[in-house]
């Protein structure tokens, strides 16, 4: 609703990454395709787009734009939410790897808090 001013429908995020290439975020819970996720990319000797990795199995695409041209590739795969199950349960009960670690996830939360101050709106959690 658009009474809910702190509610974000949507998010674009522009990143700065190490070694001087860059990112771009943007999440959509609004408009069409109903979920809307993509990443993007930048180095110095090219771009990868990706649209909608979170849900392979809906719909996707990989865009790379380089030197020697442009090509756009579709992978197959599950939900992503299928693999991290996956290895969830490996991880317990076999002992493997765990990909992503809690480290991983307080940088990735703290990036989400940074973004969510960059847009003028309140960390979520603890009633933000």
Partial sequence: MRSRPLVDRAMRAELALPGGA??????SLW???PLSVGARVAGEHGELSVINF????VFHWLTVRGPGGTRVE???GEAAYTSQLRNFYAAITAGAPVLTDAQD????MGL????????GLPPRGNGG
């Fill in 22 to 27: 860059s990112g771009e975020i943007r999440v």
């Fill in 31 to 33: 408009g069409w395709p």
């Fill in 54 to 57: 979170l849900a392979p199995h």
């Fill in 74 to 76: 579709r992978v197959a």
């Fill in 105 to 108: 996830a307080v940088v990735t």
């Fill in 112 to 119: 989400l808090d940074d973004i969510y101050r960059a847009a």
